[in-house]
T-cell receptor, first 112, second 113 residues
Framework: LAKTTQPISMDSYEGQEVNITCSHN???????ITWYQQFPSQGPRFIIQ???TKVTNEVASLFIPADRKSSTLSLPRVSLSDTAVYYC?????????????FGKGTRLSVIA | DTAVSQTPKYLVTQMGNDKSIKCEQN?????MYWYKQDSKKFLKIMFS???????INETVPNRFSPKSPDKAHLNLHINSLELGDSAVYFC????????????FGPGTRLTVL
């Protein structure tokens, strides 16, 4: 199973762009990269998923370099409500027999 | 309508008791999961079912027994509860076996005294 490494915590001011980088040096050829957000006392919520290059949705962008050994979640113009824990996961996109592994996540604190 | 629901939301019980947590999803998904999140916030998968069939069992004590009466429900029964079982338990579902977007329930906070 590909292991992921993320910063334990980050602080940001409101309105800034936040970039959270995840390292996954042992990513396999058919692994996808997925990011989840978790607020206190709630279940994780899917943010974005990608395989290579760049993916963008209404919430975030995901940048994946050619070697796919890392990825960066970009949150544009964060607000106080973006304070949460962000998890980077790496797993197989077409087989459910191997479990996804949630790492320790990155605790993002947005300050007014 | 709640996509993935769990009951109860809170559960406080004594050591040695047996308890169950229920999960239901109304998304028509084929695959359901149970996760445990401990006090250090590590989120670990426990079980996964696909169309009522167990496909993932992650080194969980056999005091934990999942049951899937149909693909919309995945219940978790815990026998002889121990202090270390105190955690938040999350149910989740996905459309199929692919690790695409998982929809999580609100969690059940279990406290064993």
């Amino acid at each position: 199973l590909a292991k992921t490494t993320q910063p334990i915590s980050m602080d940001s001011y409101e309105g800034q762009e936040v970039n959270i980088t995840c390292s996954h040096n042992n990513i396999a050829t058919n692994d996808y990269i997925t990011w989840y957000q978790q607020f206190p006392s709630q279940g994780p919520r899917f943010i974005i998923q990608g395989y290579k290059t760049k993916v963008t949705n209404e919430v975030a962008s995901l940048f994946i370099p050619a070697d796919r050994k890392s990825s960066t979640l970009s949150l544009p113009r964060v607000s106080l409500s973006d304070t949460a824990v962000y998890y980077c996961l790496v797993g197989v996109g077409n087989s459910g027999n191997t479990p996804l592994v949630f790492g320790k996540g990155t605790r993002l604190s947005v300050i007014a | 309508d709640t996509a993935v629901s769990q009951t109860p939301k809170y559960l406080v019980t004594q050591m040695g008791n047996d308890k169950s947590i229920k999960c239901e999803q109304n998304l028509g998904h084929d695959t359901m999961y149970w996760y445990k999140q401990d006090s250090k916030k590590f989120l670990k998968i426990m079980f996964s079912y696909n169309n009522k069939e167990l496909i993932i069992n992650e080194t969980v004590p056999n005091r934990f027994s999942p049951k899937s009466p149909d693909k919309a429900h995945l219940n978790l029964h815990i026998n002889s509860l121990e202090l270390g079982d105190s955690a938040v338990y999350f149910c989740a579902s996905t459309p199929g076996l692919a690790h695409n977007e998982q929809f999580f329930g609100p969690g059940t906070r279990l406290t064993v005294l």
